[in-house]
């Protein structure tokens, strides 16, 4: 339960943090995230963004802390700034810098795009990350891996079906997803990717501006992975422009092959909401590897 004794309390957090003293003069609920409960802390001359959840998820905050900073660090695209994340009463939180977001024009799109290739071309020797996180709330597993493909079937799809089976999900969805795991090379006989820094949770619910009409990108989900898994999700629900895949394309142009295979990394997320959302996204999961199985 979230009560005022719950934002006092992230309040004294905020100044013993940040060595300012901070006092909660209005809270206002945010509509808009799938996980968790959002507020903006409002203070007489700073407000903060906070999002609540119950107290053992404190581990996916303090994943998407360290997301948050992991990509701030690189210096290629505006993030909110993490402030901290803890528990207070019966919660764990999440604050952030607050930012008043606008709608992305198309010049904004233009620019996130360059800044997301930019992004992109921060990498390391290997795929995976430096810590496990979560991918919506379920847990996504960053093993160090030096191959793309075993990571992918391991640690991706391999891992949303083996939850699938938990959560009753058997028959013809189990059939076909066993049956994709072993053809997964297949999809990289002429590919090797490199582990570029991924947002990770690309989707268009992820993106806005702030009042100067600079890109933000939050809630983040990051590793090291390929990044034409950024690219597919941000078509799976819409919400990017063409400027947008334009400017991608003219900083660092994408593979022909990512046509087929962005299917193959978004069964990833119609999995992960198979298993969050539930049946609804079941026959969507079967048709992709359908398809994929027919490429
Ligand atoms: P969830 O983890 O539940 O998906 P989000 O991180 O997507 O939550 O945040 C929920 C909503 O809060 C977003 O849709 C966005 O509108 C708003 N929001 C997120 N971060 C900030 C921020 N730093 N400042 C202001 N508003 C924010």
């Known amino acids: 339960m979230i009560n005022q004794h719950t934002f006092n309390d992230i309040a004294a957090q905020i100044s013993a943090a940040t060595h300012r003293q901070f006092d909660v003069t209005a809270t206002k609920s945010i509509a808009g995230g799938d996980i968790n409960s959002a507020f903006i802390l409002q203070g007489s001359t700073q407000n903060y963004f906070v999002k609540l959840n119950r107290a053992n998820l404190i581990d996916m905050f303090a994943a998407e802390f360290d997301g948050l900073n992991a990509l701030a660090n690189t210096k290629t695209i505006q993030t909110p700034r993490p402030i901290l994340y803890g528990q207070a009463e019966k919660s764990s939180f999440l604050v952030l810098e607050y930012i008043e977001f606008t709608r992305m024009t198309s010049s904004a799109q233009r620019i996130l795009g360059e800044q997301l290739a930019n992004l992109h071309q921060q990498k390391q020797p290997y795929f995976g990350w430096t810590r496990d996180n979560t ?161």
């Open 135 to 295: 991918i919506g709330s379920t847990p996504q597993i960053n093993t160090h891996a030096y191959d793309w493909a075993t990571f992918w079937r391991e640690h991706r799809l391999g891992f949303q079906l083996r939850r699938a089976a938990e959560n009753g999900y058997s028959g013809k969805l189990q059939h076909l997803g066993e049956k994709l795991c072993a053809r997964v090379d297949d999809f990289f006989t002429d590919y090797t990717p490199a582990p570029s820094l991924l947002h990770g949770d690309l989707w268009g619910g992820n993106i806005a501006c702030d009042a100067q009409q600079r890109p933000i990108i939050f809630d983040p989900a990051c590793y090291f992975g390929d990044r034409e898994t950024d690219l597919a999700m941000t078509e799976l629900f819409g919400g990017f422009g063409a400027d947008f895949y334009s400017a991608y394309n003219s900083v660092w142009k994408l593979d022909a092959g990512y046509q087929t295979r962005k299917t193959l990394y978004n069964l990833y997320h119609i999995f992960n909401h198979v298993n969050l959302f539930g049946a609804g996204y079941e026959r969507q999961a079967q048709q992709m590897m359908e398809q994929l199985l027919s490429a």
